[in-house]
């Protein structure tokens, strides 16, 4: 059930008024009791009212003097740097409600003519009934859409090249080259950049290196060594 929306005006019921300033009250010192303990600062309320002679003061005395005193201390460039009154805080609310609702304008009016240029595109342009500034509107809004098609296109194809560049000079820097490859598994200098076997025997290449020669455009194929050695 949503609460009904309050009238802002001033209570003639005077027993009514007293019940509304006491629930209010009560209501208020607790919201600045607990914005003291969330954020650590330090705040006091005084509250005249026609229903008590004496104002009411929250925390206590000597915490609302020494709040006061420390603003006192302040110049009054800074004390008033903050401050706002009724009036001011209104027109601070209006000014606000009216740019929030220009650019709600604003982006209605975009939606609208996105809407009417697809439309275009689509071949319904007949059933837009468009006045010559609407014409001269949407002929902008087309323009402005194609200069940001262009921008965002010329972007992607720059930002392609780039992690084109980065990704082909990465390959290049992480593919070993022959020497470096060699190098690698050779520390030491066992074989050639380029070794050759042909003068090694079966017997002796399998004796040095544990296993036998194995032809380049063929599969290594252990029965058929046994047969070749017997013969």
């Given amino acids: 059930m949503t609460r009904k929306k309050l009238n802002l005006s001033y209570i003639a019921n005077d027993s009514m008024r007293k019940a509304t300033f006491n629930k209010r009250k009560k209501g208020l010192v607790k919201k600045i009791h ?3 303990v969330l954020c650590g600062i330090e705040a006091c309320a005084v509250i005249y009212s026609p229903f008590n002679s004496n104002p009411e003061v929250w925390p206590s005395n000597p915490e609302v003097k020494n709040v006061v005193a420390k603003f006192e201390m302040l110049t009054k460039l800074e004390q008033e740097k903050k401050m ?25 009016a975009e939606r609208t003519m996105k809407e009417a240029m697809f439309q275009l595109l689509s071949g319904k342009g007949e059933k837009l009934k468009l006045t010559d500034i609407n014409r001269e509107d949407l002929c902008k809004y087309i323009d402005q859409y ?6 965002h296109k010329n972007k992607s194809i720059n930002q392609s090249y780039i992690q084109y560049g980065e990704s082909s000079e990465a ?3 992480m593919a070993p080259t022959s020497m470096n490859y060699y190098q690698a598994i050779n520390p030491v200098g066992v074989y050639d950049q380029n070794p050759n076997f042909n003068h090694l025997s079966h017997n002796q290449y399998q004796q040095q290196f544990g296993y036998s020669i194995v032809a380049q455009d063929k599969f290594y194929n252990p029965g058929q ?7």
């Avoid at 194609?146 to 921008?151: D, M, R, S, T």
């Avoid at 060594?225 to 013969?231: A, F, R, S």
Wanted: aromatic share 4%; proline share 0%.
């Fill in 146 to 151: 194609l200069k940001e098609l262009y921008h």
């Fill in 171 to 173: 390959t290049s820097i």
């Fill in 84 to 108: 706002v009154s009724h009036e001011s805080f209104i027109r601070q609310n209006i000014s606000k409600t009216i740019e929030n609702n220009k650019k709600k304008m604003k982006d209605n």
């Fill in 34 to 36: 607990e914005l003291s």
């Fill in 225 to 231: 060594n046994q047969e070749q050695h017997e013969e």
